[in-house]
């Protein structure tokens, strides 16, 4: 049983569109991230979100941790094709516990 | 600065081996963490190292093992090779056991045949 599950498991759009990807759990977290993978590449950090209600600007990217630290949303503005990639959310049940992936959405933007 | 380092690439073995990957953090970090990723899924905890010790592990079968330097470099064992153990192995550092975020190595591309 995946403890994160993320939706859409794909999504195809044009450049300039708007997209939000979902990231839900039953489970309570003490912290949540999102990461970015390119092909052949790790994962790279692009937020952590701690505080339930917690929003989060990276230039055109929005984050949002849920009022109750058990679901958080990756919101992109104008997406461009150097969108393109894996993004996974990750989560640690306490600040002490190991961090668990969710399965990710791969994105893809169409120029 | 180097971020975290992982020997090595790419690495095809025979069922029944055994293989050794090795991981370098990045400077100043003290704690490794390994991940496997199989093909479209999401990295999947093995365990995590900290202070040359096992502190967490995930649900994997004791073939795999680990090991923490006192520099803090780590490897990873697997004894016994299965083919569904073909999967980018991924390796993270943090400076510390909390919920910092992780940088992540490029990983090792293992195929087993």
New interface residues.
Partial sequence: TQLLEQSPQFLSIQEGENLTVYCNSSSVFSSLQWYRQEPGEGPVLLVTVVTGGEVKKLKRLTFQFGDARKDSSLHITAAQPGDTGLYLCAGARSSASKIIFGSGTRLSIRP | DAG?TQSPTHLIKTRGQQVTLRCSPKSGHDTV?W?QQAL??????IF?YYEEEER?R?NFPDRFSGHQFPNYSSELNVNALLLGDSALY?C?STPG???????????TRLTVV
Avoid: K
Avoid at chain 2, 40 to 45: M, T
């Fill in positions: 975290v963490s991940y479209g899924q999401g990295p999947q905890f995590q967490q995930g991924l993270a056991q909390g919920d910092y975020g992780y940088t992540f190595g490029s990983g």
